[in-house]
Nanobody, 124 residues
Framework: QVQLVESGGGLVQAGGSLRLSCAAS????????MGWFRQAPGKAREFVAA????????YYADSVKGRFTISRDNAKNTVYLQMNTLRPEDAALYYC?????????????????WGQGTQVTVSS
């Protein structure tokens, strides 16, 4: 059974940083694109970032570009999301996702596996 387990969420002040991690188990994801989505209460789920299977290509939502960085360690089957200069509007439940595509896009249906999410709260 495929599992994606997120960690690293928490409460941070505006302007602060957090690093999310996502450990994949059940199969290797070295040839799969991975990414992050988020959903705030009362809002639609939105794309945050994605990374190709080799890590050579990355994609970001305009709202996080320049502040967030996605990376991966295929030897550890882990993907990371470094979040800097956090804003109150970044507060959400963050989901780790994995795709059978080597270079996935920004649409949720492109991702086949979803984690349970990790909560990020940003105080103003």
């Amino acid at each position: 059974q495929v599992q994606l387990v997120e960690s690293g969420g928490g409460l941070v002040q505006a302007g602060g940083s957090l690093r999310l991690s996502c450990a994949a188990s059940g199969r290797t994801f070295s040839r799969n694109g991975m990414g992050w989505f988020r959903q705030a209460p009362g809002k639609a789920r939105e794309f945050v970032a994605a990374i190709s299977w080799r890590g050579s290509s990355t994609y970001y939502a305009d709202s996080v570009k320049g502040r967030f960085t996605i990376s991966r360690d295929n030897a550890k089957n882990t993907v990371y999301l470094q979040m800097n200069t956090l804003r109150p509007e970044d507060a959400a439940l963050y989901y780790c996702v994995a795709s059978t595509k080597v270079i996935p896009g920004r649409l949720s249906y492109e991702y086949d596996y979803w984690g349970q999410g990790t909560q990020v709260t940003v105080s103003s």
